[in-house]
């Protein structure tokens, strides 16, 4: 069974930063083969695509909203995704999941195979 677990979430003011991981686990899943994609919720809203990265890294991709602000990143070896954002907004509010896609790099949702359960993003202003 894959699992993916989301961790880093929290309370911030705006202008601060956090790091979100997420681990990925499971006897048929080799991390390694997977595009891995980060998306938000925010109450009363669909799910959003933020970013997303290749299984070789080559190929990273961002929301317009999160451009120049937000960075995906792996490491392969440890099974792990990350999204490092900077100067947060309040708009940045959300529950923030990871998601694991076995085709190519996608911004759609439901392309993807594999969710975590989310983490809590709240940015006040």
């Known amino acids: 069974q894959v699992q993916l677990v989301e961790s880093g979430g929290g309370l911030v003011q705006a202008g601060d930063s956090l790091r979100l991981s997420c681990a990925a686990s499971?006897?048929?899943?080799?991390?390694?083969?997977?595009?891995m994609g980060w998306f938000r919720q925010a109450p009363g809203k669909e799910r959003e695509f933020v970013a997303a990265i290749s299984w070789n890294i080559h190929n990273t991709y961002y929301a317009d909203s999160v451009r120049g602000r937000f960075t995906i990143s792996r490491d392969n070896a440890k099974n792990t995704v990350y999204l490092q954002m900077n100067s947060l907004k309040p708009e940045d509010t959300a529950v923030y999941y990871c998601?694991?896609?076995?085709?190519?790099?996608?911004?759609?949702?439901?392309?993807?195979?594999?969710w975590g359960q989310g983490t809590q993003v709240t940015v006040s202003s």
């Open positions: 499971g006897l048929t899943f080799t991390f390694s083969r997977y595009t």
């Open positions: 998601a694991a896609d076995r085709q190519a790099v996608t911004t759609l949702a439901w392309q993807y195979d594999y």
